[in-house]
Nanobody, 125 residues
Framework: VQLQASGGGLVQAGGSLRLSCAASGSIFSRNTMGWFRQAPGKEREFVAAFNWDRNAFYADSVKGRFTISRDGAKNTVYLQMNSLKPEDTALYYC????????????????????WGQGTLVTVSS
């Protein structure tokens, strides 16, 4: 499975960006896909994901501001980020698994065997 993330950039606080993650290779039609981010000097943290049943889950820090969506025909997951804050600055990674991940484990990077290369989001104040 290969994941190609794109859409990062520099934006002012309050602005918006949309990230895309295209999956190719042996990705199953039913899968778990999501987004994590890692700021300098910090651990990788969960942002949002679709679980096996295609329900969306979000980190508390982004609820109401970020929206995850998907295009099944294109095997692509999107992350619409609105009302961006300087603390959203990070390298954003998409991640995927062909297995079911229980809801309580969706935020654990170790549950995802496939990762994209990361796309940088910088929010200026």
């Amino acid at each position: 499975v290969q994941l190609q993330a794109s859409g990062g950039g520099l934006v002012q606080a309050g602005g918006s960006l949309r990230l895309s993650c295209a999956a190719s290779g042996s990705i199953f039609s039913r899968n778990t896909m999501g987004w994590f981010r890692q700021a300098p000097g910090k651990e990788r943290e969960f942002v949002a994901a679709f679980n096996w049943d295609r329900n969306a889950f979000y980190a508390d820090s982004v609820k109401g501001r970020f929206t995850i969506s998907r295009d099944g025909a294109k095997n692509t997951v999107y992350l619409q980020m609105n009302s961006l804050k300087p603390e959203d600055t990070a390298l954003y990674y998409c991640a995927a698994s062909n297995s079911r991940i229980i809801v309580s484990a969706l935020g654990m990077p170790s549950q995802y065997p496939y990762w994209g290369q990361g796309t940088l989001v910088t929010v200026s104040s």
